[in-house]
């Protein structure tokens, strides 16, 4: 018959100290890649709870608006690799359609890199838009309504999209993983 040792059985106090250590270190590296990693464990959202106007959507918007910009909603969601973020305002046509360029500026110098496309210039819409796989249901982003409007950007992870419809003075923004 074989018989354990007494020093290696599952009780003694040197496998219980290196079970420790184990843990320890399991525990600590962990946490160092969490950090490093910048990946958030717990789901963050930040979000309107119904159209506001531009003073109380202030920095929680993902993006800058246009002075016009009213009736403002906007969905920021970030959990492990999920991102996501929609935003719908109204405003007068000419400043939704200027306001593309800022908008895609801005994420410019949000997102350097050389990975990503340059979004194209706005080009008219021919049908009305699919409406996006979002990672909830958002019933005030409704591009699908669009009959006469300009979309630009790609949907490719982390480059954005913008629509505009021109018939109700809407712009709309997206940007997912």
Not at 47 to 58: D, F, I, M, S
Not at 97 to 123: C, I, N, T
């Amino acid at each position: 018959m074989c018989e354990m040792p007494s020093s290696a059985s599952p009780s003694s106090p040197t496998v219980q100290r290196g079970f420790r250590r184990i843990l320890l270190c399991s525990s600590i590296l962990l946490v160092a890649f969490l950090l490093l990693n910048q990946t958030p464990c717990i789901p963050h959202l930040r979000q309107t709870h119904g159209p506001v106007p531009l003073e109380k959507a202030g920095s929680g918007c993902p993006i800058p608006l246009p002075a016009s910009a009213r009736n403002i909603q906007y969905r920021s969601f970030i959990f492990f690799q999920a991102y996501e973020d929609s935003v719908r305002s109204e405003a007068p046509v000419a400043d939704c359609l200027a306001h593309a360029d800022r908008v895609f500026k801005y994420w410019r110098e949000r997102y350097r890199s050389d990975l990503y496309q340059e979004p194209g210039p706005l080009q008219p819409i021919d049908q009305p838009p699919q409406h996006p796989h979002l990672s909830a249901e958002i019933p005030w982003f409704d591009v699908e309504n669009i009959r006469n409007g300009m979309n630009a950007g790609c949907r490719h992870p982390m480059q954005p999209t913008v629509w505009i419809d021109l018939d109700r003075g809407v712009f709309y923004y997206l940007l997912t993983d």
